[in-house]
């Protein structure tokens, strides 16, 4: 047994080693993803598309009560439509995939394969908007979009990726803005409360903002090697993408008036937000209401009489109760089967051998801390299920612990670098808010600004930027991003 | 009133006039979908899209109840993955589109768009399929898929659609071949009992087969018109691809042997379906398990003390029950109204105004009998429950009279082209199994073959070919398809 253990863990490279190779061994050995025979793309295997429709699950949930409809618009855009929008182009069309030949014959216009769908749901809602009574429009679709990228990395960054958009449309700037707000506070909310993970929310500078729209708002996650992970995004389009598609509407007081729009977005990504936030050496540790399998049970000396009986039974009731159990009957050995387990990120597993069945009791084993407890066998989907919940708020918790212990302070452009490159953190510093001096900052060392936290503005005042020494308009995180 | 009705109503083209005018005036009158200013692809809109949701709900269940997992897959093939298999290469390549250029750089290979995803999964298969232990391998998908098509229809038929495709791994033919009517059998059973459509389900022959598959099995549904609607396909894909991709796997015998494998799919072409089968002169009319809106409450006298907080109670009843009901409280009449959700499909519609509350009472409108009847509000919630059963009933019988009333015995080549294009329906004729038969008859008239239905194979014993004259050797439905 423990020659097999060694050998298994050592599948993994330590964190502490190589935290780039821990990633990509977790996320292939634990089959949530492979590579394939097409560039920049993956296969996202059961295992991962689990999460992705839990995550699906969750968020829909939120889009619909907060009053979005779901729909679907083409893949391909035409050339020319996302040529339309200036800035949206430029940030675009060098990584867009196109469809030259349709069937036996070359296209007249070209198609890209959308990187985001606003242009095309723009050329639709020009036509559906014509009165106030349209108004507001708020739809979200599911789908696929591509980007080529040159270089990938699973789920942080592939050709082809899975996301969702919400495109909105609204009478005034006003109602824009506060969909903007409400959306990143359902992202912002789904990220604690789901992934267990403590984002960061704030604007995006004028540099860093979607190409296209009028402002950015952010949530971005640190990673356990200190790096910054943007998690979602929702953007105040302003009457950008109105004016050029020509979306307008017959306000109540009888005036024509070009309409205002938001837009947000969450991918894939996030699955590998979630894996460099809470996994460890072991493997991974998923956050429990997105983990595809909660809770594992693992019968002690199977071939024992009334053991499997009794482990069958505890399996149904946690069933019956919809928690997501499974029980593992394989040859392996239970030594194994922990491994095996705790390396896929099962939130809780549970032991029940002989001398549990005697004293009417289950061994509870949990991912997060290690900790062992005997739990009664009585209420014991009840037991699960406050258990999962726990293991969710300490996982949470954990997370808050280190993302505070990795915001550092700085004054200086040295306490800057030294608070991501040496402490392997975020800098909180204060900021000239010129894009020059980020973009001087940025071919320096490639240390970029996450976001301007709404909360901490106020300590701009009376400071000089950080990185150049003019005085400070705004509070700002700079940090290495994937 | 009558008027405004009069004047709603010739929006839609009597189906009578023209069958093909009254379908697009519903999908789009209905807004269920739009064009878009791509070439031959569509905008599901939310309406539409609500449907599809709940297909994908009601067989996402089916699916995973019967041990399958979904995964995600490329959406680009490199062209030597698709050409790899004869047969399917020689199906799909005229009708793929092609991506020639990532970014600013033309491909060395050019990559299609999936048309389906047998060749991109079957280069992940030969790596993850490698012992009996790995086997069965049950995965499916849920995408976008791309056929070039010459001439569209929305959800018939268009260059880009949704869809889920099945595809899996066994040890041996009989499993395969097991599992390939285990699928059919899912089909047929969400086709009555979610659909309320009563297809017929049978064999393909040799040239209406997938390309690449040993056997394809197919549900066919009858359209309003007589004409045939494929609704989902179920292949027997033999060891055409683990062949080609290399797919084996070492035996308990310790051999090492080729896999077996199917796939299987259906579409959103399923609401091409839907509409056609059940819709009438007044427009839409859903299957109350795939409405998105099952109940519509419109307050009579809104404006009268009391009516909108008792119609506001029994909405939030019937929501509690889980009941999709919504409220109509616009300023437009209720005689608008009530057309206007006729048109739009919903099963139920509940009246409710101020004598109705004096009794204690709500008037039922069902969409399908356009049957009234008053219904008391205690427990409105279980009648609302019972009575979307008895449409669903309703409806399914009404589609099964009339798909009996339009299958013709034919004997001679006459009495087939009279079944279809006189009596607008299907032939039922024996057939003497001969390729050149089938394409004879298709160059005349484009009548073609559907199905060789399971359960009437022994009446072919004895007779001729109602086609050539040769003797008979299997009983099969011809007809006009979409």
Redesign the interface.
Known sequence: MAKKEQGFVQDITPMDEDFSRWYTDVVKRAELM?Y???RG??????YG??I??LIQKEMDARFKETGH??????????EN?LKKEAEHVEGFA???????????EMLAE??V?RPTSET?IC??YA??VQSYRDLPML?NQW??V?R?E?STRPFLRT??F?WQEGHTVHASYEEAQEETMRMLEVYREFAYNVLAIPVLTGQKTEKEKFAGAQDTYTMEAIMHDGQALQMGTSHNLGQHFAKVFDIQFLDKDGQRKYAWQTSWGTSTRMIGGLIMVHGDDRGLKLPPRVAPVQAIIVPIAMHKEGVLDKAGEVLAQLQAAGIRAEMDTREQSPGWKFNEWEMRGVPLRIEIGPKDIEKGQAMFARRDTHEKTAVSLENIAQSVKEMLDNIHDTMLEMAREHRDAHIFHAETFDQVREAVDKKKGFALAPWCGDRACEEHVKAECGITTRCMPFELQDQAEGKVCACCGKPAKKMIYWARAY
């Open positions: 492979d394939s025979d097409v793309c993956m296969v996202i295997r059961p598309y689990g992705w429709e409809k779901n729909a679907y618009f083409p893949m391909f855009i035409p439509l060098p990584e867009v995939a196109w469809v030259t030949k349709g069937g036996n070209p198609l394969v095309i050329s639709m036509r559906w739809l789908c696929n591509v080529w040159k050709s082809e899975l």
